[in-house]
């Protein structure tokens, strides 16, 4: 049985955290790397440090400066698309297909601003519109709910009460409001995407991806919340041999402030 091990972290600027990417694979080894907020156009994102350490398949749909998301790859990607969300030009979703058949979505939806109102906010507004129109595609692909699917990223959204810090204190803070995790929801079920994470950790047990820059001591604090995400669909249901949310990499050198998820799946 061949295994693949898929990583996906939202890196927060690659050419500014090449030295930790570099690290990561040295450690850890995926075979497919899948990064958000690049932050970079397609022209000068950095490929050759990859491709000499054989990641030489990419799929990239970057932008200067703002969001961007990638697919690096030891092994062949083929049929690669994007899709303009909410047709806004902004570079949020990279898809290829994998070995085994498989279809790899790499998302980075909107963080949404701060304040909750989508009334007074046009970031929320577009937030939650960015999840509503994925739910919709998810609702058109319905008929290919055994297909063997893939979709990673930095959702935004921490869904459950054990997803963040404190479900109280958070209710009305964007990335945990009721608006944002019913429409989460929705399209995760749109497609009955299997939640990785939340198969393997129990749902009362908290476990989180992201911990603010603004905690002095962010690993005595530990205020997080799992905004990072990798959902299965159907067709791999049982694929997962491990899963690990790798915490001790916020403390690494210029850190982001996501952590990588690796999980490793049999593919056949």
């Not at 927060?12 to 958000?36: F, G, H, T, W, Y």
């Not at 970079?40 to 491709?51: G, I, R, T, W």
């Not at 009460?161 to 929801?185: C, G, I, M, Y």
């Amino acid at each position: 049985m061949k295994t693949l091990r898929l990583a996906t972290w939202n890196i927060n600027s690659v050419r500014l955290r090449m030295p930790i990417v570099e690290r990561l694979i040295a450690e850890q080894k995926p075979d497919i790397l899948c990064l958000q907020e690049t932050k970079v156009e397609n022209a000068s994102f950095p490929k050759k440090p990859l491709e000499a350490l054989g990641y030489v398949h990419h799929a990239i749909h970057g932008q200067r400066g703002y969001h961007g998301v990638a697919i690096l790859s030891r092994v062949p990607l083929e049929k690669i698309t994007s899709r303009d969300f909410c047709e806004k030009g902004d570079a949020r979703h990279v898809c290829a297909m994998i070995p085994g058949g498989i279809e790899l979505h790499n998302l980075y939806v909107p963080a949404g601003g701060d304040i909750p109102d989508p009334t007074v906010n046009p970031k929320f507004a577009h937030k939650l519109a960015f999840v509503e129109e994925l739910e919709a595609a998810f609702v058109k692909r319905r008929g290919k709910k055994t297909a063997r699917a893939i979709a990673v990223g930095d959702l935004n959204i921490a869904p459950g009460e054990n997803d963040v810090w404190s479900h109280k204190q958070l209710l009305d803070v964007v990335s945990h409001t009721p608006a944002e995790t019913s429409r989460f929801e929705a399209a995760r079920a749109a497609f009955d995407w299997i939640d990785v994470t939340r198969e393997i950790v129990p749902a009362d047990e908290k476990i989180f991806s992201w911990w603010s820059y603004r905690n002095q001591d962010w690993r005595k604090s530990d205020r997080g919340r799992r905004l990072d995400h990798v959902w299965i669909g159907q067709g791999l249901k049982g694929a997962v041999r491990s899963h690990a949310i790798l915490k001790d990499v916020r403390d690494w050198e210029k850190p982001s402030d996501h952590v990588p998820i690796v999980v490793d799946l049999a593919i056949g």
